[in-house]
């Protein structure tokens, strides 16, 4: 076919569509955010004295270190998906949620004796934290993942790498609210290692399935 | 034409495009391609691939533009997004070749300074990927732009609704992306 042909086709196929490629990411979290929820709730629930725990810094801080992985994930994953978008200040933002967590770390051991740290970091429920939170981050990956198909990124191993961060995060602020675990010694190893293997699962189907 | 100008000329087309106009978009990919011809063309010879293969990649480049133009932000510049598309094709086919030094690739000021090169030479049929195409699809996709009939008339003489011919070509379109890519889906 020669290019000419080609550009005919193109343009028959053109059609009306205003929606773009943001749009379609946005939507794609949230409605993965919605899903994750439903069976979050249907299924696992807020820990019995969610009220109480409101009161507790540590808990507290979950939401933030969770959230602000959420945030600057998604703000680096919609430069990454589309060609001729440099990330800026995101390449380096989404340590932002790393960093808060170094400095509750940092402020545990201070507060802290000695002798609790074992106990705080090995918590009462590692294991299931290491099963909840990749099981609730199965349908907003999908979600995201389904998006960035629409998308372009130029390095899609690292965009699935990212969109895992974004889905764990998501799974991540859900499952902080059940888990009964608050101290920044338990996030810091179990929800890192889980996170960790949600983007390490999302590097290796984009690097294959966000190919264009 | 200076670079500010063609830039901005196509942004406008690409946006009136958008918004649904096939003759901004015809004129948008008329435009375009010979400047990515030239951008093809002097990457592929420094890569080591020759003419036909350069024809290729703008090929390639341009069903990725139409494929991926709901990323383009309408408020941003459209050179910077239409280079990474070429440079990240450019890539791949040097990738297929199993060339593996890194690849400079000029910038988009280079193309729009470069005299436009003519495209008699660019009249070998690419008919290879339209082969692998079904039957029905081949048919289709010749019909519209081959032999320059319109969907009315394509859906007539195929005994499709407008419709169907609609969504059939754009599966064709999708299909042809995915035959560039390497087959891989």
Known sequence: MRTEDLIKALVVDLTVSKMRFQHILLGAITSGAIIATAVFLLRLGVRPDFGHALDSARFLFKFVFALSLIIAAAALLSRLAIPGVSAGFWAWGWLLAPALLVVAVAAELFVTPAESWQPRLVGSNARVCLTLIPLLSIAPLACIMLALRQGAPTRPGLAGAVAGLVASGIAATLYASHCTDDSPLFVATWYSLAIGLVALVGYVVGSRALRW | ?185
């Not at chain 2, 293969?53 to 133009?69: G, P």
């Not at chain 2, 003489?157 to 995915?178: C, D, P, T, W, Y």
């Open chain 2, 1 to 185: 034409m200076g670079l500010r100008g063609a830039e901005e000329e196509w942004a406008l087309l690409m946006r009136a495009a958008i918004n649904g106009d096939s003759s901004a978009y015809s004129l948008f990919l008329a435009s375009l391609t010979p400047a990515l011809r030239t951008v093809a063309r002097r990457n592929c010879a420094r890569i080591g691939l020759d003419s036909c293969e350069a024809e290729d990649v703008v090929q390639e480049v341009l069903l990725a533009i139409h494929l991926k133009r709901h990323t383009w932000d309408v408020d941003r510049p459209i050179g910077p997004w239409i280079m990474t598309i070429a440079r990240n094709k450019l890539i791949d086919a040097r990738r297929r070749r199993g060339n593996r030094p890194t690849l400079p690739i000029d910038d988009l000021a280079d193309i729009l300074t470069a005299e436009g090169t003519d495209d008699t030479l660019d009249r070998q049929d690419l008919d290879h990927l339209v082969g692998k195409l079904g039957e029905r699809q081949q048919d289709l996709v010749r019909s519209l732009s081959m032999e320059g009939h319109s969907i009315q008339e394509t859906a007539k003489r195929l005994n499709m609704s407008e419709g169907a011919v609609r969504v059939a070509l754009h599966r064709a379109i999708k299909a042809l992306a995915a035959l560039y890519r390497g087959g891989d889906q």
